[in-house]
């Protein structure tokens, strides 16, 4: 085994700033010591027009449709389907 002549000092991480323009969904920021347990998601979600990004952008006259006939999107673990739960 390796002998330092000193300990090691712990890694340091600095930023001059952290911007968060969004959170969504199983998003997190944590700072200092810390631990996530049983930390965990499922969702969906249904667009019928997408996303429109920029400036000065119009949309008229639209229609839109979403056909969703599935009951179920997406295997279920841990108990999480819940029959009536909306």
Do not use: C
């Not at 000065?56 to 969703?68: E, G, P």
């Not at 999107?73 to 389907?81: E, R, S, V």
Request: glycine share 10%.
């Amino acid at each position: 085994m390796l002998k330092l002549p000193y300990p090691l000092e712990p890694p340091l991480i600095e930023f001059d700033s952290i911007h968060v323009n969004s959170i969504a969904d199983a998003s997190g920021i944590f700072i200092g010591t810390n631990t996530q347990v049983n930390w965990f998601t499922s969702g969906k979600a249904n667009n019928g027009l997408g996303e429109i990004n920029g400036d000065h952008n119009y949309v008229l006259y639209n229609i839109n449709t979403v056909y969703d006939n599935d009951i179920i999107d997406a295997p279920y673990t841990k108990g999480d389907l819940i029959i009536g739960r909306i």
